[in-house]
């Protein structure tokens, strides 16, 4: 079972609009969590990255959240554009390694609608 | 954005032959990974390593090889490959210590593989 759940699978919206996608995880010892975004047929690019005592981090339209407590965060996109269409992938880190190893989630594949 | 490269981005071959994935990043990072995407996947890690000459692998079984002769170039190679090995294969790098944002990967834009 992956240690990192997305949902939803696949969303679209219309331009505009505002939505907001979760993430699960069950990683521990927990060190951060980052959102990617990944445009079709790119690499994924750091969006935010939060550390336990953070719950909460913009960046532009993109505001992440984060209950440690409860194991949850939220990406939430506002005003959407086109350019938004992507895959947003939740990354978790765990402490208990020097490689640092990432646990990634299958992704949100979004499409914003003209 | 990143100054990790990689190349072909997008290769189609028949069974058996040999290739060589590059990649190659210039900010000077010691760690460097491959991973394996399908799609609706997750990112899967095959190979890593810390730094020259140093190379291990990763959680996904992979029948590729890597080596990391010098700091910015971290190939990857399927001496034969096979339908199985279709997939999109991602190159990362990290710096040693970055306080502000531990443990962040930078990605490449991917080498999408079709074995035919």
């Known amino acids: 079972k992956n240690q990192v759940e997305q949902s939803p699978q696949s969303l679209i919206i219309l331009e505009g609009k505002n939505c907001t996608l979760q993430c699960n995880y069950t990683v521990s010892p927990f060190s951060n969590l980052r959102w990617y975004k990944q445009d079709t047929g790119r690499g994924p690019v750091s969006l935010t990255i939060?550390?336990?005592?953070?719950n909460t981090k913009s960046n532009g339209r993109y505001t992440a959240t984060l209950d440690a407590d409860t194991k949850q965060s939220s990406l939430h996109i506002t005003a959407s554009q086109l350019s938004d269409s992507a895959s947003y992938i939740c990354?978790?880190?765990?402490?208990?390694?020097?490689?640092?190893?990432?646990?990634f989630g299958r992704g949100t594949q979004l499409t914003v609608w003209p | 954005e990143a100054d990790i490269y990689q190349t072909p981005r997008y290769l189609v071959i028949g069974t058996g032959k040999k290739i060589t994935l590059e990649c190659s990043q210039t900010?000077?990072?010691?760690?460097m990974y491959w991973y394996q995407q399908d799609p609706g996947m997750e990112l899967h890690l095959i190979h890593y390593s810390y730094g020259v000459n140093s190379t291990e692998k990763g959680d996904l079984s992979s029948e590729s090889t890597v080596s990391r002769i010098r700091t910015e170039h971290f190939p990857l190679t399927l001496e034969s490959a096979r339908p199985s090995h279709t997939s999109q294969y991602l190159c990362a790098s990290s710096p040693r210590r970055d306080q502000r944002a531990p443990d962040t990967q930078y990605f490449g834009p991917g080498t999408r593989l079709t074995v035919l």
């Open positions: 900010m000077g990072h010691d760690k």
């Open positions: 990354v978790v880190s765990d402490r208990g390694s020097t490689l640092g190893r990432l646990y």
């Open positions: 939060m550390t336990f005592s953070e």
